[in-house]
């Protein structure tokens, strides 16, 4: 997987670890160029204060800029919309003051049209030669139309319209095999490589994004969680802030504060 050679290539091995960032970019920047023509992912480097040392162009693009150095040392909060960027430069400091693995984060963007679009995110703590935390590399992959040439997928297109169907009630995995005909680790296995999401994150998704239209709205953030398959208010108010950096409160009130 792309994200897992990215990782290797700066974490660059125990016996070669570097002393420094610095050290460490100048051996990645060579690898710049090859990074800059990935149209489908955004990739980047940033120092102990969240702040970014280097980004690719689909990054640099992503932010409204035509060239990289404008985005150099500025942090997630002061390049992405108030509604989501908080919420990336909180995910940073985990990883730079704990040394916390993000892995397969799904998360919701806004692109340049301002529509929400989704994408898996994975963030590593990069080490010295010491072994403290010197910064952290990421890479956010955007998820793409579903692979319709897997042999599986006319019966994952079924589970995919059943999730649509019915995300608003709890959906288990029990009925999804039965309605796919497979086990469940087909079922895993062929929904990573047909849609690159489990079953539960095709469902979280479906979730999100009805609640991401809600919350346009002025319904009350119960009836939102509700609506959209949530009994337990907090467990909806904690899958919502993972994928987008606020609460619901607070992501209705940064639309409100844009509008």
């Known amino acids: 997987m792309m994200h897992s050679v990215f990782a290797i290539l700066c974490q660059g091995g125990e016996t070669s670890a570097p002393h420094t960032l610095e050290q460490l970019l100048a051996g990645v920047v060579q690898l710049l160029p090859m990074l800059d023509v990935i ?15 280097l980004a690719n162009r ?5 932010c409204g800029l035509k060239q990289l150095q404008p985005l150099l040392g500025k942090t997630s ?17 985990r990883v730079l003051q704990q040394g916390f693995v993000l892995a ?7 692109y340049g049209s301002r529509e929400p679009g989704w994408c898996l995110t994975h963030k590593w703590p990069l080490y010295n030669h010491e072994g403290r935390i010197i910064g952290l590399a990421g890479i956010s992959v955007d998820l793409q139309s579903a692979s319709e040439s897997h042999p599986a997928y006319p019966r994952l ?10 995300f608003h009630r709890r959906v288990t995995l029990s009925e999804l095999t039965r309605l796919a005909g497979i086990s469940v680790a087909q079922l895993e296995r062929y929904c990573k490589r047909v849609f690159l999401l489990t079953p539960r994150q095709m469902i979280q998704k479906v979730r999100l994004e009805h609640a991401h239209r809600l919350l346009h709205g002025d319904l009350p953030i119960t009836e939102v969680a509700l609506q959209c398959g949530y009994t337990d208010h907090s467990a909806f108010t904690r899958q919502f802030k993972a994928s987008t950096g606020f609460t619901p409160q607070q992501y209705r009130l940064a639309r409100q504060g844009l509008g």
Not at 58 to 62: A, C, D, I, K, S
Not at 104 to 110: I, P, R, S, T, V
């Open 58 to 62: 689909t990054l640099v693009q992503r």
């Open 104 to 110: 397969d984060q799904l998360e919701l963007h806004l």
């Open 157 to 166: 297109a079924a589970v995919d319209a059943h999730i649509r169907a019915h």
């Open 77 to 93: 909060a002061e390049v992405f919309p108030v509604q989501l960027g908080p919420g990336y430069t909180e995910q940073d400091r």
């Open 39 to 53: 149209p489908n992912a955004t990739i980047f480097i940033k120092d102990l204060d969240a702040r970014y040392v």
